[in-house]
């Protein structure tokens, strides 16, 4: 079975303050997500990287960036986290057929 | 333009009974992939079933099943015999082409509430 892990499920935290979302899988993909889910909008994509050090940004990557240093890490970073970020953080990873496979996810509160 | 349209904000079916989630989609691509996701409250994002566009056959998985309608774009779920473990937000993506070297995106309709009822 795929395996994709979250720090956190639930956070808090000030704004202003830098914030890091980390996620793991343990399946060798090549290919990881990170989302953003907010009532009424869906998933949108932040980012994503297709391999070691490589990133591209997806929908609304503003005030985001990301950190891919090991394959099964990819990391989010809110650089300087506001009060509009607060929102479910979904991190997915991809297998050879295309499917994306979610982490449970992040529920993180900038006050 | 929605890329993805589920139209359905909220369905109730009840326990044992057959019910269709409906998803159109928007694409120029000859070549694409359509998913279903279902997530519970706990907030995990569970793949359900996956339908490509030159699948000539409907996609099936266990008591779920697609049907795919090439024509009129669109790819509605359906969730035979429910059941209360059912009761989740259901979400339907498409990945478009894909460009090498690169990941494919998905795009994803904003879900419809299922709750299964006695």
């Known amino acids: 079975d795929v395996k994709v892990t979250q720090s956190s499920r639930y956070l808090v935290k000030r704004t202003g303050e830098k914030v890091f979302l980390e996620c793991v899988q343990d399946m060798d993909h090549e290919n990881m997500f990170w989302y953003r889910q907010d009532p009424g909008l869906g998933l949108r994509l932040i980012y994503f990287?297709?391999?070691?050090?490589?990133?591209e940004k997806g929908d609304i990557p503003e005030g985001y960036s990301v950190s891919r240093e090991k394959k099964e890490r990819f990391s989010l970073i809110l650089e300087s986290a506001s009060t509009n970020q607060t929102s479910m953080y979904l991190c997915a990873s991809e297998d050879l057929t295309d499917t994306q496979y979610f982490g449970p996810g992040t529920r993180l509160t900038v006050l | 333009a929605q890329k993805i349209t589920q139209t359905q904000p909220g369905m109730f079916v009840q326990e044992k009974e057959a019910v269709t989630l409906d998803c159109t989609y928007d694409t120029s691509d000859q070549s694409y992939g359509l998913f279903w996701y279902k997530q519970p409250s706990s907030g995990e994002m569970i793949f359900l079933i996956y339908q490509g566009s030159y699948d000539e056959q409907n996609a099936t998985e266990g008591r779920y099943s697609l049907n795919f309608q090439k024509a009129r774009k669109s790819t509605n779920l359906v969730i035979s015999a429910s059941q209360l473990g059912d009761s989740a937000m259901y979400f339907c993506a498409m990945r478009e082409g894909i460009v090498a070297g690169t990941a494919s995106k998905l795009t994803f309709g904003t879900g419809t509430r299922l709750q299964v009822t006695l």
């Open positions: 990287s297709y391999d070691v050090k490589m990133k």
